[in-house]
């Protein structure tokens, strides 16, 4: 495995991505979404994780025109208010248009064999939805997404598979919210949906204060199987 960056070119400047390779190429790709935290150490392991089961990780960074390289790591109260303000003035919109540029880059690599999939947790998680529902990723895996319910007029346009981890004690995904997504789903047959007993947001932040190491492991293990046969990566 070999880690390095790409500039990705959008309508209005550049972004940066990290990327982990695997030891074996080519492989499909997975794009890997940020909390409000950035491109930090705990997403680069992520993506470092899923480059030693076979997948080429790209992170790119959501909050590149207002704070490019931002990486966050102590959880101090500081650092929850920037990455708040950042998410809060954060276009959704333009986001997912970044994320179709990702999305194309990484289709065309010479290292990828062109299936691509979308992971994403929190603010990435709702990027990781709104991305399945507006391009023709391959696969999308969505972790705890916060706000998703805003959205769920865009349920019928999910055509690619998709799963989804919540906690069932999740503070920023309600379980009014959680029940909104369950039905909005019920009859989709390339979705589901898993929540996780006695568990909070972002269980599956390995340095997080909420972190459950049984049900992330579970969920992750979930999530590498699922992108692994829609991606079909050896």
Not at 18 to 37: G, H, M, S
Not at 52 to 79: C, K, M, Q, T, Y
Not at 117 to 146: E, K, N, Q
């Amino acid at each position: 495995m070999n880690t390095t960056s790409i500039q990705v070119p959008v309508t209005d400047g550049t972004l940066n991505a990290f990327v982990a390779y695997p030891t074996q190429l080519p492989a499909p790709v997975v794009i890997v979404l940020q909390e409000i935290f950035g491109v930090n150490a705990d997403l680069r392991a992520t993506c470092e994780e899923l480059a030693r089961v076979g997948f080429i990780a790209i992170a790119p960074e959501l909050f590149w025109r207002d704070a490019p390289g931002l990486d966050l790591n102590a959880w101090s109260s500081e650092e929850w208010k920037k990455g708040l303000a950042l998410y809060e003035h954060y276009d959704f919109d333009r986001g997912v248009r970044d994320i179709a540029a990702v999305i194309s880059v990484a289709r065309k690599l010479e290292s990828s064999t062109g299936k691509t999939g979308v992971m994403g947790f929190c603010l990435g998680g709702l990027m990781a939805y709104l991305s399945v529902a507006r391009t023709d990723v391959d696969a999308a895996a969505w972790y705890y997404g916060g706000q998703t319910e805003r959205f769920l007029d865009e349920a019928g346009d999910v055509t690619a598979p998709m799963i989804m981890h919540v906690g069932e004690e999740d503070e920023y995904v309600s379980k009014d919210a959680q029940k909104l997504i369950k039905d909005a789903f019920e009859t989709h047959r390339n979705v589901e949906i898993f929540t996780y007993p006695g568990c909070y947001h972002a269980f599956a932040r390995h340095t997080g204060t909420h972190y459950d190491p049984a049900a992330a492991t579970l969920a992750n293990g979930r999530t590498q199987a699922f992108l692994r046969h829609q991606l079909q990566a050896t």
